[in-house]
């Protein structure tokens, strides 16, 4: 199974971006699908989750309302919505399989390779 995230790249204070996620070699319609972020010498954190069918999602509350995560299951992708974004969004994002519904990265077993997203002020 290999994901890949794309869709990332550098903006302005206020700028929206969307992420994409493709998922090949399997299926994610039978996974909860997540992302995570890292800053330059930060932990990588939770930023958002959802599950199978797509009805049930959960932010980190620096994200609420702001960002909004959404899948495909027929093209096998899960999509990253990032509006107002601010420069402390700026990291590395990534997208993550799992089976359970955890906010914990060890929960997850297999990783995209990353996505830089830059905001500048």
């Known amino acids: 199974v290999q994901l890949q995230a794309s869709g990332g790249g550098q903006v302005q204070a206020g700028d929206s971006l969307r992420l994409s996620c493709a998922v090949s070699?399997?299926?994610?319609?039978?996974?909860?699908m997540a992302w995570f972020r890292q800053a330059p010498g930060k932990e990588r954190e939770f930023i958002a989750q959802?599950?199978?069918?797509?009805?049930?999602?959960s932010y980190a509350d620096s994200v609420k309302g702001r960002f909004t995560t959404t899948r495909d299951n027929a093209k096998n992708t899960v999509y990253l919505q990032m509006n107002s974004l601010k420069p402390e969004d700026t990291a590395i994002y990534y997208c993550?399989?799992?089976?359970?519904?955890?906010?914990?990265?060890?929960?997850?077993?297999?990783w995209g390779q990353g996505t830089q997203v830059t905001v500048s002020s």
């Open positions: 993550a399989r799992g089976r359970w519904w955890s906010r914990s990265k060890d929960e997850y077993d297999h």
């Open positions: 070699g399997g299926t994610s319609s039978s996974y909860l």
């Open positions: 959802i599950n199978w069918s797509g009805d049930v999602t």
